[in-house]
């Protein structure tokens, strides 16, 4: 067959022609039984109707802790709203009266607004306004009143540095994110901003008909309507009763209480104190009250277990102690003598113990905390091997918890002191500095948590993390959320053994003796970090039980005094929860017999600006 | 003067007339669309027109430039497309749609809208050597590389609704340089055997009406058990490849099917679409009169959704009267694909009518919700400054075939 043949092609022509002619047809039949059949109808909506599209708000997942108690959960609110197109000046003024706004700034957001959507003016408007604007919405045309819902929290619950709180979208947060809609509430710190968009839900669409006044005349097609989806629901970690424990132990202090489980990674209590009322923030954010929090000058807002980062203290010690190990550069056996001060070049380094150790192995250095054996230690492994280490073991960067805002802290190297001091502008006494965990380095109290429970597992660790699953409402699945495991790649684990078992002897005799729980083998490390801001700040890290670990703590209290004194009973009485549900009574201790490590400056020289903790101004939220 | 009545007579006033009447609709429902946004307002009208004007002249431009160059160009022009596509996969912009731009200085071009022509050309030139049969493996494999290629890249954008325009294209020029039936029986209906393969009933009966074309189909024994187990293979592959797609990609696929269910407002969008032309009546409310579109009730009124605009203010005979003309168009440009001499031209003409044929379909069943909102403007009416001069090319050619249509 000549496929190029012209009768063929016309055949085939004829065939296209009339495919085009057909569909043609159906073209021009669609807008006959539109605009002719149903013409008289849709002029009907068009001129005294409009269709109008209302988005149904889901409800915001809740949050449960590891017991399924409920931590945060909904209540109904009210906003009140205008509708641009259908809204008068008069009701403006009105409006802008009632609630004390300035006229300028409603017409600002009305005019920057889509013509039909409501903007929101006033959220969580109080029960006697809500009566009155309701009865008044005829006078008042394009107001519309609106179910929203703020947050709820059952009596007992506050911890506002882990769950947040949630507010208004901004425009910034509108463009990374586009499927923000304005006037969307959304989550601005903690789980709130974290789990978001787990937490938000789908938003459910309803098609009415309005007049031109916009009041509702009914459904346009209940078959086009779209129920809202309820966010997830999130189930912590967090064991609530001992969360709850925590905060009372650190009520009237400036610090923070970690701990993890080191089986998991999940967070079994995480404090920050001073923290404000979580109640404050539930519904709508009060410019005055975010202002007062905001000027507070103990940071309520600041989330100091994983935002703030402080030096370490005598705690790193023992990171100090894995790399000199791990190189071989010592064994345990390795003796100095501690004379109670250690003289380098001009400057004096002192021990806390002001008539000196004596003879100490590596051991002993480790319990009894000797600044003097750390700092030859320290000279003797060299910069670049300690910030090898601890990178290794997790320092100077973000443990990637499910937080929003963590601080990686601060690991200096020889880059970085080259950087700020000018290269030779550095001395060993940086470094002798470093080995005792003073000086420009800084970690999170999460850091040394974290730290902590490398230490009980001996190498392996998991990441931080406060949920443990999701239910997701539109599979009707719970999500389970894979633990993340990391190794310390390059420390043995007999260089784990003997600091763990310095550690061992930390609480046994040693620095930490407060911190001991009766009947648990634990291990832990007290600090005692010197800072240009005043006192001291009190360290204590600590895993139970020593053979089979369970959780690991850190404790931190801002400027208190030592390590030993402040921070390890707190520890102690936090474990005696975790362990036996109740604080065990301790016999009567006599003052002079404390054999704990007091504050004693480590070097006493010029106080430089760099040793100073990160500024607390990092606002969280508002980055 | 005589050789001014030469060059008259060389224009082709029945493509170009309906073009320029098309133009002119499309430049005042524009300005009846976006006169009353103040800011942007003239901004939209006159970028239109300037892109008109540039459109005419385009249209005069090529006509008469040799024809031989435009055969000569084909490949290259195909080659710089592809190249431009995957250039912009890299350094593209991305637009409010789907679709990406390459920016050049201040003007911004969207490669795919040019990929159009150059595809059409290329495969226009490689179907009409003498002697190439189609139904031969080899040459019906590198038909389907040319379209694919560009079908891909676009599709990754992701442009979807674009890149559909260049599958739309496979069948017309295949069917035009004389594939058989029985290929495009083999073709065809694996597709609606993925869409019934869903609902078991549905499947069975079309498995049943498969088999009898089977059998009274006149090939070899074994091609026709391979077509049948072929079936029987999409269909019961599709499930299971369905199933294994995640959550949001058959989310996605879902959505583009069943725009309704879109919470994101395409429903929102046909529903005032509608409500826009069904208010238009016969008459229509006149222009600038249509308060559907003029209060923003509708989206996108200036580009997707222009045909709506037109329906409101026009009515169903200004409608009507916009219908005739593209029907005229399209059934004109096909009566020429029968007048060329050359094969080139022919087929190029096939695949120019099947680009603007699905162009307008598509769009205009989607205003009146017979369609899935894609995205897909309107030939010479939507907004738009890169599909317009594509169109006012596309047609240039035509009408350069059209005064060469002698030319074997």
């Not at chain 1, 905060?247 to 995480?270: H, N, P, T």
């Not at chain 1, 309520?300 to 703030?308: A, E, F, H, V």
């Not at chain 1, 599979?475 to 784990?496: L, R």
Request: aromatic share 12%; net charge positive; glycine share 8%.
């Amino acid at each position: 067959m000549n496929y190029w043949d012209r009768s063929f092609r016309t055949k085939r022509l004829i065939i296209f022609s009339s495919f085009i002619i057909f569909s043609f047809t159906i073209l021009v039949l669609g807008f006959f039984n539109l605009q002719v059949l149903q013409g008289e109808y849709y002029l009907q909506l068009s001129l005294h109707n409009v269709i109008r599209q209302v988005k149904l708000n889901p409800v915001r997942g809740l949050i449960y802790d590891s017991k399924n108690n409920l931590l945060v959960d909904n209540r109904p609110a009210f906003s009140a709203a205008l509708i641009p197109a259908h809204t008068t000046k008069e009701t403006v003024k009105k409006i802008a009266d009632y609630f004390n706004i300035p006229v300028k700034n409603i017409t600002y957001r009305l005019r920057s607004a889509p013509r039909f959507r409501p903007v929101i003016i006033a959220r969580d408007i109080e029960k006697k306004k809500l009566i009155y604007l309701a009865e008044n919405q005829y006078f008042l045309p394009g107001l519309d009143i609106i179910l929203d819902s703020k947050r709820y929290y059952p009596k007992d619950v506050n911890s506002p540095h882990i769950f947040g709180y949630i507010g208004e979208v901004n425009q910034k947060e509108q463009e990374r994110d586009p499927r923000y809609e304005l006037g969307d509430m959304i989550g601005k710190a903690g789980l709130e901003r974290y789990y978001d968009t787990d937490l938000r839900g789908t938003k459910g669409i309803r098609y009415i008909r309005v007049d031109a006044s916009g009041k509702e005349l009914g459904d346009f097609n209940p078959q086009l309507n779209e129920p809202p989806i309820h966010g997830s629901d999130l189930y912590l970690t967090l064991d609530y009763d001992l969360q709850k424990f925590a905060e009372s132990l650190m009520e009237d202090k400036r610090g923070s209480l970690v701990a993890i489980d080191v089986r998991s990674g999940g967070i079994l209590a995480m404090v920050s104190n001073p923290d404000y009322d979580i109640r404050l923030l539930s519904g709508k954010i009060d410019p005055e009250i975010w202002r007062t929090l905001l000027q507070d000058e103990s940071h309520p807002l600041y989330g100091r277990s994983i935002q703030s980062a402080y030096p370490p203290g005598s705690t790193y010690k023992i990171v100090t102690a894995i790399a000199a190990l791990q190189d071989e550069i010592i064994t345990p056996a390795w003796e100095a003598y501690c004379p109670g001060y250690f003289r380098l070049g001009r400057r004096i380094i002192r021990c806390w113990k002001l008539d000196g150790h004596g003879w100490l192995d590596l051991y002993g250095a480790i319990k009894n905390s000797c600044n003097v054996y750390f700092s030859k230690l320290g000279l003797k492994i060299g910069l670049k091997t300690w910030s090898k280490y601890s990178k290794l073991l997790g320092f100077g960067k973000r443990t990637g918890i499910d937080l929003p805002n963590e601080n990686p802290g601060l690991i200096p190297t020889i880059e970085y002191f080259n950087k700020i001091y000018g290269e030779n502008g550095w001395t060993k006494g940086n470094l002798a500095n470093l080995a005792i965990g003073q000086g420009e380095l800084l970690t999170t109290p999460l850091q040394i948590a974290q730290f902590a429970m490398i230490l009980a597992n001996r190498g392996l660790y998991h990441r931080p993390h406060l949920v443990d699953h999701i239910y997701n409402y539109q599979t009707q699945k719970t999500i389970y959320f894979p633990v993340q495991s990391k190794y310390v790649v390059g420390v043995s684990s007999e260089v784990f053994d003997v600091v763990r078992e310095g550690m061992h002897q930390v609480v046994n005799g040693g620095t930490g003796w407060l911190g001991k729980v009766p009947g648990i083998d634990m291990a832990g490390k007290t600090g005692t970090a010197q800072n240009p801001h005043g006192d001291p700040h009190a360290w204590f890290m600590a895993f139970a039980p020593y053979y089979h670990p369970e959780v690991a703590i850190a404790v931190m209290v801002e400027n208190a005094g030592s390590g030993g004194g402040v921070a390890a009973p707190i520890g102690r009485k936090f474990l005696e929860m975790y362990f036996y549900h109740k604080l065990i009574p301790r016999p009567v201790i006599k003052k002079d017999s404390l054999q704990v490590e007091p504050a004693i400056n480590p070097i006493q020289s010029v106080p430089l600006d760099s040793l100073s903790p990160l500024p607390i101004l990092n606002q969280p939220g508002t980055e | 003067m005589y050789r001014f009545q030469n060059i008259f007579k060389q224009i082709d006033f029945a493509l170009l007339l309906p073009v320029i009447f098309l133009i002119i609709t499309g430049l005042f429902t524009v300005y009846s669309a976006t006169h009353i946004t103040q800011a942007s307002s003239q901004n939209y009208f006159s970028r239109q027109l300037f892109y008109a004007v540039i459109g005419v002249v385009l249209i005069f431009a090529v006509t008469f430039v040799p024809y031989k160059v435009i055969f000569d160009l084909s490949y290259l022009l195909y080659g710089i497309s592809l190249l431009l596509l995957i250039l912009v996969l890299f350094i593209g912009i991305r637009g409010y749609g789907a679709e990406r731009w390459l920016s050049l200085g201040t003007v911004k071009i969207q490669p795919s809208e040019f990929a159009k022509i150059t595809t059409v050309l290329a495969v226009a030139r490689y179907l009409s050597r003498n002697r190439r049969n189609i139904n031969h493996i080899s040459h019906l494999t590198v038909v389907f590389l040319m379209i694919l290629i560009p079908f891909i890249l676009i599709a990754k954008q992701p442009d979807l609704g674009t890149s559909l325009v260049f599958l739309a294209l496979i069948i017309p020029m295949l069917y035009f340089a004389g594939i058989s039936w029985f290929v495009l029986f083999v073709l065809v209906p694996p597709v609606i055997t993925m869409v019934v393969s869903f609902n078991l009933y549905a499947y069975m009966g079309w498995i049943l009406i498969i088999t009898i074309i089977l059998i009274f189909a006149r090939q070899k024994l074994y091609l026709k058990i391979l077509v049948f187990l072929q079936h029987i293979l999409v269909g019961s592959l599709m499930p299971v490849l369905w199933n294994s797609l995640r959550d949001y990609q058959k989310q996605r696929i879902l959505t583009f099917l069943q725009p309704e269910k879109d919470p994101r407002g395409a429903g929102y969008q046909i529903i005032q679409s509608k409500v826009a032309i069904g208010s238009g009546g016969v008459w229509g409310k006149g222009y600038l009169q249509g308060s559907q579109s003029q209060l923003n009730f509708l989206p996108a009124h200036h580009t997707d959704f222009i045909f709506s605009v037109l329906g409101e203010e026009r009515g169903f005979i200004g409608i009507f009267i916009v219908l005739t003309a593209f029907l005229f168009l399209f059934l004109y440009m096909l009566y020429l694909s029968n007048q060329v001499k050359s094969s080139f031209s022919r087929l190029a003409l096939i695949g120019f009518t099947t680009i603007l044929f699905f162009h307008t379909l598509v769009n205009i069943s989607m205003t009146i919700g017979l369609a899935p909102v894609t995205g897909l403007p309107l030939p010479f009416l939507s907004y738009g400054g890169s599909f317009l001069l594509t169109s006012c090319l596309l047609i240039g050619i035509s009408m350069n075939f059209s005064r060469n249509r002698f030319q074997p």
